[in-house]
């Protein structure tokens, strides 16, 4: 019990709510890709999406990787849930370095990338975060702990 009321104390500290379980409007934004393709809001509506946001000097996020991995292999092939691990890069930090990183670890989900106006208008201050978008909404953002939970209860 003790340790469930202190994740939800860091949740509140970290995302600014307990559950991490929200629901937002989406902000406008537009990621782009190794390849300058972008995506923007658009791309996303009525789609279940889930994004995770790191930058190459996290160790925390790195050492999570494996896990978003996972659930990419569960959820994402399906069809019905895209991911998308967002590198925002850092001072002295390049883009070739985010994706040496995905490679050297073999992880297969998308890489996409985000300058700091984007991550402020979504609310993204500490990292690793986690979104799930649905319906033009953002419905949960946090740390992985409640991450497959959530997407479950989109896909019903």
Request: aromatic letters at 16%; proline letters at 4%; hydrophobic letters at 40%.
């Amino acid at each position: 019990v003790m340790l469930v009321g202190y994740q939800l104390w860091l949740n509140k500290i970290s995302f600014d709510n307990y559950f991490c379980s929200v629901n937002e409007p989406l902000p406008a934004f537009v990621f782009t890709d190794a390849n300058n393709n972008t995506f923007a809001n658009q791309d996303f509506v009525d789609k279940i999406v889930v994004l995770d946001f790191w930058f190459t000097g996290c160790g925390y996020c790195i050492n999570e990787m494996p896990e978003y991995q996972k659930l990419f292999d569960k959820y994402g092939r399906t069809g019905k849930v895209l991911f998308y691990s967002v590198n925002k890069p850092s001072r002295g930090d390049t883009l070739g370095q985010a994706r040496n990183l995905i490679n050297k670890y073999h992880f297969t989900f998308p890489l996409l990338f985000v300058t700091d106006d984007v991550t402020r208008s979504l609310g993204i201050r500490y990292y690793p975060t986690y979104l799930v978008l649905s319906k033009d909404r953002v419905i949960y953002r946090g740390g992985k702990d409640g991450l497959e939970k959530i997407i479950k209860a989109s896909l019903k």
